[in-house]
């Protein structure tokens, strides 16, 4: 019953693929004609060495083979050139079909919420984009033509078989049979410990990425050893499950080669005795091994293509896991165009949030508004909320309850392109490509100008030290940007956020990396750019706080007070203990 489930489950996720196959439906037929039609010309030869043996060899008539052997030459010609032209007929539409399987998933990644990614290690959505996806495409240019043209086969070649003898037929079906039920047996453990290896090799593949991009703070700290040992002990035990899976096709391939040799040795017993007796020709003997040694492929591949289509499988399911996901985050099924012309009123009208059902609220009811060209400062004790806050406003995220709405239409109503046409983020962290400086600015509109990259650099006050880059703007910065030091990779991530002149700035203490005077520059370039902008900036330095028009103190999910720097200065106690906390000399928390 399990072992039938199991069949079940992995003909399931296989026929998924159908939509993907379906375009090159037509070539695919083509491959499985052309290679029956291949195997069936092999089929052939012996059927030619047996006229061969029993004609001008056992007569003696050497002017009678010239033809016969033509035709065996010839028949093995047309079965080499099947297959040469069933690899060139296929090699497009697999690499296609796996191409386009990698760009869906990659568009799949982009469109998923913060939250997916959040759950989700980076290697274990590297391995199903690459090795799973290669997995798929081999099973679609062989395995599973060859399921297909081999099960035929052997079928045709034991009617063959019995045609030409009924017991030298028996003989060969007596092997093949408990090949095949131990082929099965094998390929369902097989397939447990497949899986097994795709997620360990996923696994793997994380602890190097992070190994990677952490390698400055693994050095620092004297961490690299440690690492070492977890990816020594990673690797041993992905190794130990390739070994089970060694171990496994050891003794399926064992049973492969020993039934079918014991099979053409039963066959040449049966027909040495047959010949005796004289009710078999030397002629149909040769032909019956020479089809059972034929047919050594098909019988023998069929555990292995039984295995590799569960490891498919498995592959399979590894990547509809990844498809499956809900982009909970989506345009609307009608969505309502933004305000035009739009000002940039931001209002959050008793939003709430939380991570999952059941998890705790993070934000219990806010309600805030930012007015066309002001810029409201975020403050509030580190887990308040202040980042999640602003990562609802492009949508990052979506609230739980409550709305935002933007020049009074709700964000949820606008398409993500609107939307995020008219916020720009720059964040915390920030997070720079292996790509070129001019490439890493454009990434903030879709069509910026080297002038309009210029001036956002300039505002960032980046702009003296790209162009003291060895190219410029067209100097590639490295993975991660970690070849810049943190105030440089702040200002070009800020940089990105202004180059498209948002209606509304979202910056979640973009300054935190930079020292006294570069803070400074970049707070007084900041006043010019925030000005007829709506901004929200989270601060987490008194001096940040500056910049804000007005304040609004998050605590407890809500918004605590909400006024000048100096009105909660004077009148909020709560305010005043916050600002205390923070590094600012004294004379600005004054």
Same mark, same amino acid.
């Given at each position: 019953?399990?072992?039938?489930?199991?069949?079940?489950?992995?003909?399931?996720?296989?026929?998924?693929?159908?939509?993907?196959?379906?375009?090159?439906?037509?070539?695919?037929?083509?491959?499985?004609?052309?290679?029956?039609?291949?195997?069936?010309?092999?089929?052939?030869?012996?059927?030619?060495?047996?006229?061969?043996?029993?004609?001008?060899?056992?007569?003696?008539?050497?002017?009678?083979?010239?033809?016969?052997?033509?035709?065996?030459?010839?028949?093995?010609?047309?079965?080499?050139?099947?297959?040469?032209?069933?690899?060139?007929?296929?090699?497009?539409?697999?690499?296609?079909?796996?191409?386009?399987?990698?760009?869906?998933?990659?568009?799949?990644?982009?469109?998923?919420?913060?939250?997916?990614?959040?759950?989700?290690?980076?290697?274990?959505?590297?391995?199903?984009?690459?090795?799973?996806?290669?997995?798929?495409?081999?099973?679609?240019?062989?395995?599973?033509?060859?399921?297909?043209?081999?099960?035929?086969?052997?079928?045709?070649?034991?009617?063959?078989?019995?045609?030409?003898?009924?017991?030298?037929?028996?003989?060969?079906?007596?092997?093949?049979?408990?090949?095949?039920?131990?082929?099965?047996?094998?390929?369902?453990?097989?397939?447990?410990?497949?899986?097994?290896?795709?997620?360990?090799?996923?696994?793997?593949?994380?602890?190097?990425?992070?190994?990677?991009?952490?390698?400055?703070?693994?050095?620092?700290?004297?961490?690299?050893?440690?690492?070492?040992?977890?990816?020594?002990?990673?690797?041993?035990?992905?190794?130990?499950?390739?070994?089970?899976?060694?171990?496994?096709?050891?003794?399926?391939?064992?049973?492969?080669?020993?039934?079918? !040799?014991?099979?053409?040795?039963?066959?040449?017993?049966?027909?040495?005795?047959?010949?005796?007796?004289?009710?078999?020709?030397?002629?149909?003997?040769?032909?019956?091994?020479?089809?059972?040694?034929?047919?050594?492929?098909?019988?023998?591949?069929?555990?292995?293509?039984?295995?590799?289509?569960?490891?498919?499988?498995?592959?399979?399911?590894?990547?509809?896991?990844?498809?499956?996901?809900?982009?909970?985050?989506?345009?609307?099924?009608?969505?309502?165009?933004?305000?035009?012309?739009?000002?940039?009123?931001?209002?959050?009208?008793?939003?709430?949030?939380?991570?999952?059902?059941?998890?705790?609220?993070?934000?219990?009811?806010?309600?805030?508004?930012?007015?066309?060209?002001?810029?409201?400062?975020?403050?509030?004790?580190?887990?308040?909320?202040?980042?999640?806050?602003?990562?609802?406003?492009?949508?990052?995220?979506?609230?739980?309850?409550?709305?935002?709405?933007?020049?009074?239409?709700?964000?949820?109503?606008?398409?993500?392109?609107?939307?995020?046409?008219?916020?720009?983020?720059?964040?915390?962290?920030?997070?720079?490509?292996?790509?070129?400086?001019?490439?890493?600015?454009?990434?903030?509109?879709?069509?910026?100008?080297? !002038?309009?990259?210029?001036?956002?650099?300039?505002?960032?006050?980046?702009?003296?030290?790209?162009?003291?880059?060895?190219?410029?703007?067209?100097?590639?910065?490295?993975?991660?940007?970690?070849?810049?030091?943190?105030?440089?990779?702040?200002?070009?991530?800020?940089?990105?956020?202004?180059?498209?002149?948002?209606?509304?700035?979202?910056?979640?203490?973009?300054?935190?990396?930079?020292?006294?005077?570069?803070?400074?520059?970049?707070?007084?370039?900041?006043? !010019?750019?925030?000005?007829?902008?709506?901004?929200?900036?989270?601060?987490?330095?008194?001096?940040?706080?500056?910049?804000?028009?007005?304040?609004?103190?998050?605590?407890?999910?809500?918004?605590?007070?909400?006024?000048?720097?100096?009105?909660?200065?004077?009148?909020?106690?709560?305010?005043?203990?916050?600002?205390?906390?923070?590094?600012?000399? !004294?004379?600005?928390?004054?």
């Amino acid at each position: 019953m399990n072992q039938a489930k199991e069949h079940a489950s992995a003909y399931a996720s296989l026929k998924r693929l159908g939509p993907c196959l379906r375009p090159w439906r037509r070539r695919l037929i083509l491959a499985i004609v052309l290679t029956m039609t291949a195997m069936t010309a092999g089929l052939l030869i012996p059927l030619a060495i047996q006229r061969i043996l029993d004609g001008p060899v056992a007569t003696g008539d050497t002017s009678g083979l010239i033809w016969p052997v033509l035709g065996v030459a010839l028949l093995g010609c047309v079965e080499a050139g099947l297959f040469y032209t069933r690899r060139k007929i296929l090699a497009k539409p697999t690499t296609r079909i796996e191409a386009r399987m990698r760009e869906d998933l990659y568009d799949q990644l982009q469109r998923l919420p913060i939250a997916f990614h959040d759950r989700w290690q980076s290697g274990q959505l590297l391995s199903r984009a690459v090795a799973d996806l290669s997995i798929i495409r081999s099973f679609i240019a062989f395995v599973a033509i060859f399921l297909v043209v081999n099960s035929i086969t052997l079928v045709a070649g034991l009617v063959v078989l019995f045609t030409l003898n009924f017991w030298l037929g028996l003989t060969v079906l007596a092997g093949a049979l408990p090949l095949i039920a131990i082929s099965t047996v094998f390929e369902r453990k097989y397939k447990v410990v497949a899986r097994l290896a795709q997620d360990q090799d996923g696994d793997l593949a994380t602890t190097v990425e992070e190994s990677a991009l952490g390698i400055r703070v693994l050095k620092a700290f004297g961490r690299g050893p440690h690492l070492a040992r977890k990816f020594a002990k990673q690797a041993v035990e992905l190794r130990g499950t390739e070994m089970h899976k060694i171990r496994i096709n050891s003794l399926l391939w064992g049973a492969i080669v020993l039934l079918p !040799e014991i099979g053409i040795a039963g066959q040449l017993l049966v027909g040495t005795f047959s010949i005796a007796d004289g009710t078999m020709t030397v002629g149909t003997l040769v032909a019956a091994v020479t089809i059972a040694t034929y047919l050594r492929w098909p019988t023998d591949s069929i555990g292995w293509l039984l295995a590799e289509t569960n490891q498919t499988a498995s592959a399979a399911d590894r990547y509809f896991e990844v498809m499956d996901e809900p982009r909970t985050v989506a345009d609307p099924p009608e969505p309502v165009p933004p305000a035009a012309p739009a000002h940039g009123y931001l209002r959050f009208e008793n939003v709430h949030f939380r991570h999952s059902e059941g998890s705790k609220e993070i934000l219990r009811g806010v309600d805030l508004e930012v007015r066309p060209g002001e810029t409201v400062a975020l403050v509030g004790s580190t887990g308040s909320g202040k980042t999640t806050l602003t990562a609802l406003v492009a949508r990052l995220a979506d609230v739980t309850g409550g709305r935002i709405t933007v020049d009074g239409v709700d964000i949820a109503s606008m398409t993500l392109a609107d939307l995020r046409t008219l916020v720009s983020m720059a964040f915390e962290e920030p997070v720079l490509f292996s790509a070129s400086v001019r490439e890493n600015i454009a990434l903030g509109t879709t069509d910026a100008t080297d !002038e309009q990259i210029l001036q956002a650099l300039r505002i960032a006050q980046a702009a003296d030290f790209v162009g003291n880059l060895p190219w410029g703007l067209d100097t590639r910065i490295g993975e991660q940007g970690l070849s810049l030091s943190g105030g440089q990779r702040q200002r070009l991530a800020l940089a990105r956020a202004i180059v498209g002149r948002p209606e509304i700035l979202v910056l979640d203490d973009p300054l935190s990396a930079l020292d006294v005077h570069t803070e400074a520059e970049v707070e007084r370039a900041l006043r !010019e750019v925030l000005t007829g902008v709506t901004a929200l900036v989270v601060a987490h330095r008194p001096s940040t706080v500056q910049l804000a028009d007005r304040v609004a103190m998050l605590a407890d999910g809500r918004i605590a007070a909400v006024g000048t720097h100096s009105e909660l200065l004077a009148g909020n106690t709560a305010y005043r203990t916050l600002l205390s906390t923070l590094d600012a000399p !004294e004379e600005v928390r004054t």
